[in-house]
């Protein structure tokens, strides 16, 4: 719906609700004589009933539902940056205070009384006039993004995700240079520096997800959107037009989970680094447990979790300590701490070796002060234990085997050798 050159308002057949708004402005146009005639009348009735009718199908819940959607498409559409005050806003609310005083002042009519359906009176019965700073306001509380800042994207649509479990920056130890880059990278996305693709790849548990999403919304500006990884076929476009029609906003679309191999690219490879290009407002950030293809990777920045060892288990450890006020921890505090964490893997309380089970074991350091006495008088015994470096490595071969067979393993083992007969 837009102003003609007579100031009559059209309406884009490709827009939301398009049905429904064509039906209500001829009402409103019948509305709008003086004096209407008893056929105008009838007409009037026969839209009143085929627009309640409507409105059921489409899963619409009243008059006001259908007539404030709208409205916020068209002047979102205009006018993403002015929204509040910008001449579209204020021609479009204009013309939605009269439908609605006319809207009201229709139920009273008696000549209509037996000419509509009782789902149409219902739905006349609950609409009032609204006046400017009414319509203003709930225009703008039509706006999804207004009201959270993380969503799924389910089905076409977004969907608020109430993420209730996410960790903040300083929650994050060890991976120095991945997280260097992760800070780089979404600094520049907000300063405008640059909105190129984050590719992401580790083995599970290395913490992809959370840094992610941590990352994302430590910036108050940024509006993050979690979507499945069929949205990257398809519909990939009319999400990343739906984005881009709101230039007001920035948005991190989080692609999680994904299997590289089972993915039809055609249309990523076309909107990013292809034919078009990806909004500015847009940062594309994918993760998988997997590698991608060459052909992904050079669209965008690509980061690869360095495998989880005994070494990085250490450095965790250490950087934990110190985010307890342990400015120097001792180094047999560090192998202790690190070796009793392998014990608890041993003894089946984690199914894996991984940050997320470290920080896990972690986590009981903080409130647990018989356990941080125990680990600190055992750290100035003579005998020091260390974290056994084979347990690492046969869990993150076993690991690799069952994610990318057993050809992978043995070509990173003919790789090794030659490295050692480099040495």
């Known amino acids: 719906m837009r102003p003609d050159n007579s100031g009559k308002l059209v309406c884009r057949e490709n827009m939301l609700y398009a049905e429904q708004l064509t039906l209500i402005y001829r009402i409103f146009e019948l509305l709008a004589q003086k004096t209407p005639a008893v056929d105008d009348i009838e007409k009037c009735c026969d839209l009143w009933n085929l627009l ?6 489409k899963e619409l819940f009243s008059f006001e539902d259908v007539i404030l959607q709208s409205a916020f498409e068209i002047i979102i559409s205009a006018e993403p940056e002015n929204f509040s005050e910008g001449e579209e806003s204020i021609f479009v609310r204009e013309k939605l205070a009269d439908i609605f005083q006319g809207a009201a002042n229709w139920q009273y009519s008696a000549d209509a009384e037996n000419m509509l359906t009782r789902r149409a009176k219902i739905m006349l019965a609950n609409i009032r006039p609204l006046s400017a700073d009414e319509l203003k306001n709930k225009l703008f509380e039509c706006d999804p993004f207004h009201k959270c800042r993380t969503f799924r994207y389910i089905n076409d649509r977004f969907e608020i995700s109430g993420l209730k479990e996410t960790h903040k920056m300083e929650d994050f130890f060890g991976f120095l240079s991945v997280r260097k880059i992760f800070a780089e990278h979404f600094r520049d996305f907000t300063n405008g520096k640059g909105n190129y693709p984050l590719i992401i790849s580790s083995l599970p548990g290395h913490g992809k997800t959370q840094l992610t999403i941590a990352h994302a919304l430590q910036y108050t500006d940024i509006t993050l959107i979690l979507a499945t990884p069929d949205a990257l076929e398809e519909g990939f476009a009319a999400l990343l037009a739906k984005l881009e029609k709101r230039s007001d906003r920035k948005f991190v679309l989080f692609f999680d989970d994904i299997v590289p191999d089972e993915l039809d690219w ?50 965790m450890v250490e950087e934990f300590l110190k985010s307890c006020h342990l400015n120097k921890p001792p180094n047999n505090l560090i192998l202790m701490i690190a070796s009793d964490y392998t014990e608890h893997f041993g003894q089946k309380r984690f199914s894996e070796l991984s940050p997320r089970t470290l920080m896990r074991y972690l986590a009981q350091y903080k409130t647990d002060k018989n356990k941080r006495k125990t680990m600190l008088d055992l750290s100035y015994g003579e005998v020091i234990t260390r974290p056994d470096a084979q347990l690492f490595y046969e869990f993150n071969v076993e690991l690799m085997r069952k994610l990318y067979g057993n050809e992978f393993i043995e070509n990173m083992l003919k790789d090794r050798l030659r490295e050692m007969e480099k040495g």
């Open 52 to 57: 309640a009718d409507n409105s059921l199908k």
């Open 266 to 315: 055609y249309y990523f490879r076309t909107h990013v680094g292809g034919s078009f290009s990806t909004p500015d407002n847009v940062l594309i950030c994918l993760a998988s447990n997997y590698h991608f293809p060459p052909s992904i990777i050079s669209r965008g920045r690509s980061v690869l979790f360095p495998v989880f060892d005994e070494i990085r288990c250490m450095e």
